[in-house]
């Protein structure tokens, strides 16, 4: 392990996650806000649905560990969400299946340690018509309409299990003109649509009670910035206005 340690929080999905460290990905972004105080560490499997992630649970999250994550943003639901193919071949993973992939699934990660946090982001919308454009027949059965039922259930099962839900369905579908300017092939995200996903997943970090707090403002800086050393420009300080644009805004605030 290089040091000094720090908070680890692990990004683990399909697709959405996978691609999240791209340029103005989500992951990366977070990276960047985390760079003094926490380790970002991608775990994200293109094409993956519930099924396998459960397959491969306890390799990626070993309840052995000397140390256990601090917080574990988990993402699926794209692609367990898409139409069922005759052959009974695809990433199809029925709602009740899903569901109790996901239990399981939040279930292991809240028993790694008394310490370790959890936040499950729901399926997004898409964009039907650019997908055919992009993809052709490539790609079949992804409908704006089967992705709800999950997003809405995996929210209800968030706060039976206790862990903290992103309905990134709603977010996204909340800005303006989100079709055209929230994704690059009709499913993944463009930098537009991943700072909502940065914006909801601070917001989330910020209000939640947990001790220690989890929230980037709040962490210790690893190193001071300049050692006492006078200099023109503070380095706190403009680490702290870099991000501002990204700092979700008071409670009470209505969303732009």
């Keep these: 392990m290089v040091g000094p340690g720090r908070p680890q929080i692990v990004l683990f999905g399909s697709s959405i996650v996978q691609f999240s460290f791209s340029d103005g990905g989500w992951g990366a972004t977070l990276a960047d806000i985390y760079s003094r105080t926490a380790d970002i560490i991608l775990r994200g499997y293109a094409g993956w649905n519930s099924r396998f992630a459960l397959k491969v649970l306890d390799h990626v999250f070993p309840k052995n560990a000397v140390i256990q994550p601090s917080l574990v943003i988990v993402y699926f639901g794209?692609?367990?969400?898409?139409?069922?193919?005759?052959s009974g071949q695809g990433p199809h993973v029925p709602l009740s299946e899903f569901i109790d992939n996901m239990r399981k699934i939040g279930e292991h990660l809240l028993s790694l340690s008394d310490k370790t946090r959890v936040i499950f982001l729901t399926p997004p919308p898409m964009n039907e018509k650019q997908i055919q454009l992009v993809f052709g027949d490539a790609i079949?059965?992804?409908?704006?309409?089967?992705?709800?039922?999950?997003?809405?259930?995996?929210l209800n099962l968030c706060k039976?299990?206790?862990?903290?839900?992103?309905?990134?369905?709603?977010?996204?579908?909340?800005?303006?003109?989100?079709?055209?300017?929230?994704?690059?092939?009709?499913?993944?995200?463009?930098?537009k649509a991943s700072e909502i996903v940065v914006k909801e997943i601070l917001k989330v970090v910020r209000e939640a009670d947990w001790k220690p707090s989890l929230y980037w403002k709040s962490l210790p800086v690893e190193f001071p910035f300049n050692f006492d050393v006078p200099d023109s420009i503070s380095l706190c300080d403009l680490e702290l206005a870099r991000n501002e644009q990204l700092e979700p805004p008071p409670p009470g605030t209505a969303r732009m």
């Design 140 to 154: 079949r059965g992804r409908r704006n309409d089967l992705c709800s039922p999950y997003a809405e259930a995996l």
């Design 160 to 191: 039976e299990i206790n862990v903290k839900g992103i309905d990134l369905w709603t977010a996204i579908q909340q800005q303006d003109d989100w079709l055209n300017t929230c994704f690059t092939d009709g499913i993944h995200f463009t930098p």
């Design 78 to 86: 794209g692609n367990d969400s898409t139409h069922p193919h005759p």
